[in-house]
């Protein structure tokens, strides 16, 4: 039996469990195209589905959209990511995922000091006030009211 090459979009969504209206978006964001039929039905390339797999399993890594559709730029329109192509892709993410790890495990560590005190100084609290950076924009709590006037 040979597959048709074209999907509609409830198709689409159908197999990947992407959302009709994400998938919209993708399109909008340029991260997959589709033809027109005479009455304005969209028809995507088969290859789509490999496309939405990537784009599902770089956001699940946390790779923005953008960084995902540079990607995704690099390949013929309507041609599917290959095995190596993914391979290639998330060998470049892994270097940011370990950075992204790495800061997450700062930013525990720092928590850690803070579970059970309390204290929110600005001078004491790591959290509060990474290296006491707003000490110089004067006294007082500079960014408990972030664009909203203080009370009193
Ligand atoms: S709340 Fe006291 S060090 Fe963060």
Redesign the pocket.
């Known amino acids: 039996m040979t597959l048709p090459p074209e999907i509609t979009i409830g198709e689409l969504a159908g197999r990947s469990g992407v959302p009709a209206s994400a998938l919209r978006f993708y399109e909008r964001q340029g991260l997959i195209d589709s033809r027109r039929t005479t009455g304005n039905q969209r028809r995507y390339a088969r290859a789509t589905l490999r496309r939405v797999a990537f784009i599902r399993a770089a956001h699940h890594l946390g790779i923005p959209l953008s960084v995902v559709g540079e990607v995704l730029a690099l390949l013929p329109a309507g041609e599917a990511p290959t095995r190596e192509f993914w391979a290639r892709a998330s060998a470049c993410w892994s270097a940011e995922l370990d950075s992204r790890i790495e800061r997450l495990e700062r930013m525990r560590d720092r928590f850690t000091?803070?579970v059970g005190?309390?204290?929110?100084?600005f001078q004491?609290?790591?959290?509060?006030n990474p290296g006491d950076v707003l000490s110089g924009e004067g006294a007082g709590a500079r960014r408990l009211f972030d664009g909203v006037t203080p009370p009193g």
């Open positions: 000091r803070c005190c309390g204290c929110l100084s004491e609290c790591a959290l509060v």
